[in-house]
């Protein structure tokens, strides 16, 4: 990808994503591999104003090696040093920019009931810090390829041509141009969506019904005063608005944890720390996932829905209409990052305290008991297909058209 491209899209990720205020410290994550974009994001972020900008360094061959030799209960010890750490962050707040480029495989081989113990034990003693950082802090999401991942997603393609093909996708769905300033179409893009949104908090639904010809039927109900959001969010401290995932497509809340029925069926592959699920379907019943059926990775599915207590409940439902780039591109990216933005979904296990007007004073405890669903995992899967109809029925019965045949019943 040429230099003036990659740097728009650093530009785009620092100041329409993350917006990096002046004096403020940011922290970016990334593979050993994504050095020389690291450096740009660096420069950029220093450029904005960033007072200090660290970076933690992560390499999953090395990460795979863990998890093959060194034990559950090893590495699912947090040392004091990292759990102070964590308790520093934790006031400190610090943007946060997370530059994903693994493949789908990149872990692949690796104990599935092993990862479990070992997020379930890092996250009794890490959670309380992040839920105290919720909704305190500006962070990002975002893509470069990597070989891997590139071979992938277009895989009669030589390396090189791979990761330059997925470059131009990236740009394509993050709408950065040869000639656009990408910051300018990106804002008026949020503003379509965020109108969706709004539009949907005010119609205050009590339940959104699915239809599919596949065989989706199912309804699930709403929180009430419960809001919808769209693209980006503000930081309560310093109410810096940011925008939390490049590329977003979706129109999104948290349902009424335990108050669905039916069956959702899936309409992409779910691609889950590097293992397949595909061709499913979850059945629901009194809000939690009673069954499923996948032709590839039953056994990673079923792991997912019993992660722990409420891995079972939703914590997300999403709208995205079929014009979305990711959808009209009509590839998989193995990555939820740009398959969630390509398909309505919902997610299985936590949802967004934030999505209540009063969210951000709420403990964890107190938005549970308004319904939101409380989990160790997140797990999205798509289940929008080109002719989804969603009604929408408001308290006094009456029906509202939300989707037909896969996209906003109106414009
Ligand atoms: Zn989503």
Redesign the pocket.
């Known amino acids: 990808m040429e230099q003036k491209m990659l740097e728009k899209y650093a530009h785009l990720l620092v100041h329409a994503g993350l917006n990096v205020q002046k004096d403020q410290e940011v922290i970016i994550s990334a593979s050993v591999e994504q050095y020389p974009f690291v450096e740009l994001l660096t420069k950029t972020c220093y450029e904005a104003g960033a007072k200090e900008v660290r970076v933690e360094w992560s390499f999953a061959k090395k990460r795979l090696l863990d998890y093959t030799y060194a034990s559950a209960e090893t590495l699912g010890q947090v040392k004091p040093w990292e759990e102070a750490k964590m308790a520093q962050q934790a006031e400190d707040c610090p943007a946060m920019l997370h530059i994903m480029s693994d493949g789908p495989d990149a872990m692949n081989g690796m104990d599935a009931e092993k990862f479990a113990t070992v997020t379930q034990a890092r996250q009794k003693v890490m959670k309380p810090y992040r839920s105290k950082m919720d909704g305190k802090y500006q962070w990002l999401i975002a893509a470069v390829p990597s070989p891997e991942w590139a071979k992938k997603v277009f895989p009669t393609l030589g390396e090189d041509e791979a990761v330059e093909a997925l470059w131009r996708e990236i740009m394509r769905t993050c709408y950065v141009t040869e000639d656009n300033d990408p910051v300018t179409a990106r804002q008026a893009h949020d503003r379509y969506t965020m109108a969706k949104a709004d539009w949907l908090t005010k119609q205050g639904f009590a339940s959104l019904r699915y239809h599919s010809a596949n065989g989706t039927d199912f309804t699930v109900e709403l929180i009430p005063g419960a809001t919808w959001c769209a693209a980006g969010e503000t930081n309560s401290t310093n109410g810096a608005f940011y925008v939390p995932n490049m590329p977003t497509e979706?129109v999104?809340t948290s349902p009424m944890a335990g108050r669905c029925e039916g069956t959702l069926v899936s309409t992409k592959p779910l691609s889950y720390n590097g293992q397949m699920v595909e061709n499913f379907s979850v059945t629901f019943r009194d809000g939690k996932a009673v069954s499923c059926q996948a032709e590839v990775g039953q056994a990673v599915l079923e792991k997912i829905i019993s992660m722990d207590e409420h891995a079972c409940m939703l914590g997300?439902v999403?709208l995205v209409a079929k014009e979305s780039p990711i959808n009209q591109s009509g590839l998989l990216f193995y990555n939820t990052l740009f398959d969630?933005n390509a398909a309505c979904?919902v997610?299985l296990g936590r949802g967004f305290k934030e999505i209540l007007p009063d969210g951000a004073q709420l403990t964890v405890e107190e938005a549970e008991q308004r319904g939101i669903n409380d989990s160790i995992v997140h797990v999205?899967f798509m289940v929008g297909s080109d002719d989804l109809s969603i009604v929408g029925v408001k308290p006094d019965g009456t029906e509202v058209p939300v989707f037909v045949n896969g996209t906003w019943a109106t414009a």
């Open positions: 979706e999104f997300e999403a969630e979904h997610a999205d």
